[in-house]
């Protein structure tokens, strides 16, 4: 899923002060998961704001609503009644959620109220961590399923850099080395030969490196 | 007087919400810790209440709005001490103004 987390009231503030009527939409599927964006912080929010705008002894209208997926049209045009009464759009999705939203809403001023940070897992309760960088062109079969792009500091494909010490990495000792599980999980499933196999250097042209990407599917378009 | 099977069940968003629709205060009375029949929602609404109170603290209303007490259930003479320090004390803030759209 898509990680992010919301962003401080006060820029949020100085983004939508201009507007009298803004419409705070949510989405309740990645962001959700990760207590960013889904319908709680919805609630939150919106009511922060209003909390915010009371004590200045303003009085903006400030409207709720939440999407189940932000960037799929389908569900997009849900809020299509509500848009027109407001001024602008408040959105608790994440980049690309922001953008179709302005894509779909035209002539609608579209703000984001989350920073969009990563794709990873909720590792347990109130922790999420960061395991795919989208290369383009996985190579977690070579790895038991762990990641060296995006779990090794270096993004080290042949191996661990040496500077590991008791399972944490050098470059950040609060995280796990990426090496270190590497090792581990595929000793652990008696498949250690998949190192001594030669994994080239990583074609960043796959990744957005290469530039922003697309994926075009004849047989899924209309 | 909102009765919930268990403060657990409480979140920030409950609190921020009822204060923008109007209420000036909002007294949590929760279990003891060790008696939570939940095992943890007695601990888990303390943090909640006190990520309630960041929030209202960068929105610059005072975190004395809200109130996270931990009474034995039933007992109402502790109950009416309590309301009777927490009313005064939230009268004496200044009011949050009413917002006249919704
Ligand atoms: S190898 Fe690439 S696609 Fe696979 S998990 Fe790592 S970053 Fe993601
Ligand atoms: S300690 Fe491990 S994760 Fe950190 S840079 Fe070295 S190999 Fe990569």
């Known amino acids: 899923m898509i990680v992010a987390t919301l962003k401080e009231i006060d820029e949020i503030r100085k983004m939508i002060d201009r507007y009298d009527s803004v419409l705070v939409v949510g989405c309740d599927s990645c962001v959700a998961e990760c207590a960013a964006g889904g319908s709680r912080e919805t609630m939150l929010l919106a009511s922060a704001l209003k909390l915010s705008y009371m004590k200045d002894h303003q009085n903006p209208t400030i409207t709720e609503a939440v999407l189940d997926r932000q960037c799929v049209d389908d569900f997009i045009d849900q809020i299509a009644n509500q848009v027109p009464d407001h001024e602008a759009i408040l959105s608790l999705g994440c980049g690309a959620g922001v953008q179709a939203l302005a ?54 494909m042949n191996g661990p850099c040496g500077g590991s010490k008791g399972g944490r990495c050098e470059v950040h000792p609060e995280i796990s080395c990426g090496w270190d599980l590497i090792i581990r999980r595929l000793d652990a499933l008696g498949e250690l030969d998949r190192l001594t196999e030669y994994v080239p250097p990583v074609d960043w042209s796959t990744s957005h490196s290469g530039g922003p990407r697309k994926v075009i599917r004849e047989d899924q378009q209309p | 007087m909102v009765s919930i099977p268990c403060s657990g069940k409480i979140e920030a968003h409950h609190l921020l ?46 975190a004395e709005r809200l109130d996270f007490v931990r009474i034995p259930p039933m007992d109402r003479a502790a109950l009416e001490n309590l309301l009777r320090e927490f009313i005064p004390k939230i ?11 919704a």
């Open chain 2, 91 to 101: 009268q004496s803030l200044e009011v949050i103004p009413a917002i006249a759209k």
């Open chain 1, 103 to 156: 894509r779909v809403y035209r002539d609608k001023p579209v703000i984001p109220a989350l920073n969009t940070l990563f794709i990873g897992e909720t590792q347990s309760r109130g922790v999420w961590q960061e395991n795919c960088l989208g290369c383009g062109n996985c190579k977690l079969g070579f790895f038991g399923a762990v990641c060296p792009v995006a779990r090794c500091s270096k993004k080290l």
């Open chain 2, 17 to 62: 919400k009822t204060l923008a629709g109007g209420a000036q205060g909002v007294l949590i009375l929760a279990c003891a810790e060790k008696a939570c029949q939940y095992l943890e929602g007695s601990s888990r609404s303390r943090k909640r209440v006190d990520y309630a109170r960041e929030w209202l603290h960068k929105v610059g209303i005072s």
